[in-house]
């Protein structure tokens, strides 16, 4: 391996996600030019010697890549640059949501999208809207009273808002994450006491209320806060699992 490759790969940061960071890595060399259209990436050894990451890791990286269309792999050959690496599409594949970092910044993009969303959806909604939306809301409800996750019901819920937008590209936009949106795997549900599991649910139940009768009321504004302080919070929950997490 050049010097130059060994270069390419001196920004990795090891903690907290190693796979997430390589993968960054290289999909900034690709976007960038430095790993050329056709160019043939190093072997996997390689990239674990200038890395310093496990082969694990180099694989999971190099698979995240192939998911997004930015490298190909040939058996017996190794992997290529993509011949058109420009990703047609944004997407957010399960294993981008690997640390509690990333599920944050997942959480700032979707405050910027919904907060936008709520308050067109109190202004448009219609009675077919909020009809939908209660729907959504009742099975979420009862999703949470049976002590799940809801991250399905939860997830319908909020496109459901997308939608009472009459801006079909908010939907289209929250199609392309799909419900890895609402990361259930974080929540760690099974970890609570029967207490706080009863606490968690009720405040996501009120959470969720607040959100849909701002909207189903036509209050622009108070659809706004409700969707930015439901967010907010769900991003100060994750803090605290991280620093719980830090410290064990």
Do not use: C
Request: aromatic share 6%.
């Amino acid at each position: 391996m050049t010097d130059k490759d060994n270069a390419l790969f001196s920004t990795i940061r090891q903690p907290p996600n190693l796979r997430s960071n390589l993968a960054d890595t290289l999909a900034a060399q690709i976007e960038s030019g430095d790993l050329k259209p056709g160019q043939r990436l190093p072997t996997e050894q390689a990239i674990m010697a200038a890395s310093g990451v496990s082969r694990t890791i180099v694989r999971e990286a190099l698979a995240t890549l192939r998911a997004k269309g930015l490298i190909t792999t040939h058996q017996g050959l190794g992997a290529f640059v993509s011949d058109d690496p420009t990703p047609r599409s944004f997407s957010i594949i399960p294993n981008d949501l690997q640390s509690i970092d990333e599920v944050l910044r997942v959480l700032e993009l979707r405050m910027g999208v919904e907060y936008g969303a709520a308050g067109l959806a109190a202004l448009r909604r219609t009675q077919e809207d909020i009809d939908r939306m209660q729907d959504r809301l009742d099975a979420l409800d009862r999703a949470l009273e049976e002590g799940g996750y809801g991250a399905e019901e939860d997830y319908a819920f909020h496109r459901s808002i997308l939608v009472a937008t009459q801006n079909s590209y908010y939907g289209r936009l929250f199609d392309t994450f799909g419900n890895i949106m609402v990361p259930r795997q974080w929540a760690r549900l099974d970890k609570m006491t029967a207490a706080e599991r009863k606490r968690h649910a009720a405040r996501m139940r009120r959470e969720h209320h607040a959100i849909f009768t701002a909207i189903r009321d036509g209050n622009e504004a108070a659809a706004r806060r409700a969707i930015r302080s439901h967010l907010s919070k769900s991003a100060a929950r994750f803090e605290e699992l991280r620093g719980a997490t830090d410290l064990s």
